[in-house]
């Protein structure tokens, strides 16, 4: 047995309070069953049924395409119906898709009351959950509206990993291998060393992990927590990731790591980067994509709408080496001419 661990990060106006390998009970010791809403979806609700006896719990239908207003407006009529007010504490135990709408139905219901996450992914766990950005989808546009607003608390507890279909543990770690490769080589080099299985099975390997990735990412979002510089960072594979997961339905991972894979061949006319092979190779080991066939045009028009694009310049993260990323400004024709590329000879 470990012993929890609980560390506090500030953040501009408000700080979080991690516990790192917890148990789900210990919420009770957080925020008490009277004062709290929990929301969490079916997977994760019909998984720990026992776990949830006590706490009034909302319970959302599972998926991204659930991640939208009229959901919102559910989880504030039944906010309302638990006599819900403005010291009320909501909890988001789930993926990705229940911390991003808790945070935002929090944030908004009675113009903002306090939440905190369980968050039961790994997705979740090193990502999703960490950074105060909370919203929802308007149609096509992901994450279209929402807010930046810090949780109190993320609780960490393995044990909810157990029942994560394996496709979401390989998911998840594409944004783990995307931590490694722009700020992390000393994980790269331990992600080279071990495969899933061993991540899987050793829950104090995967705590190790789990708090190396999930401080990664936290100390970015500190340093630039309304996405002005570094913070960019985080989107390493995400500008060729988002163009072919729309398009392609492709898992998120999946985008993201052929995403990085693209990005990574950029690198190497950019910023003579040499170590493409060294991140396909580790992609792969973790049962991730490295490629998929696309159309240049479709995919390049889906990029010219990204909300990130600043009239014809695109903020591209790139790597000098494993272990550092950089963001660097690329006119929207020099990317016409790799995507084209790319999408004859792979
Ligand atoms: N706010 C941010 O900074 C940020 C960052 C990255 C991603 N995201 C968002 O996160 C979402 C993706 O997150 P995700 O991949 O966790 O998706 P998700 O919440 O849809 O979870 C994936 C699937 O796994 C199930 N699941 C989750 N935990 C489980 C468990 N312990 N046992 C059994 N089933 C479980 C869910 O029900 C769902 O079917 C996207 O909406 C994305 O926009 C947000
Ligand atoms: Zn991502």
Known sequence: MMAMKKIKLDFSTSSTEYFFDASFDYLEKLTSKDNTV????????????????????????AGEQYKTQ?????????LIAFGADRKTFVVGVGGGVVTDITGYAACIYMRGIKFGFVPTSILAMVDASIGGKNGIDVGLYKNMVGLIRQPSFLLYD????KSLPKEEWINGFAEIIKHASIKDAAMFKLLEQHKL?????????????????A???SKVVQQDEFEQGDRKLLNFG???????????????????????????????AYKKFKDTSRLTALIKKYGLPVYHSFDAEKVLAVMQSDKKKVKDIIHYVLLEKIGKGVVHS??????????????LNP
């Open 330 to 343: 690329l006119n929207v024709s020099e990317i016409e001419t790799v995507v084209k590329q790319l999408a």
């Open 70 to 78: 009229t959901t919102i407006d559910s989880i504030i009529e039944q």
């Open 238 to 268: 995400h500008t060729f990731g988002h163009a072919i997961e729309n398009s392609y339905q492709l898992p998120h991972g999946y985008a993201v790591s052929i995403g990085m894979v693209v990005a990574s061949v950029i690198s190497e």
């Open 38 to 61: 929990i929301i969490t979806d079916e997977n994760v609700f019909s998984k720990n049924k026992r776990k949830f006896s006590g706490w009034k719990t909302i319970t959302l239908k």
């Open 197 to 213: 299985t061993d991540f899987q099975k050793d829950k104090v390997l995967l705590n190790k992990l789990i708090q190396r990735n």
């Open 158 to 161: 393995y044990a909810l990993l």
């Open 215 to 217: 401080l990664l990412k």
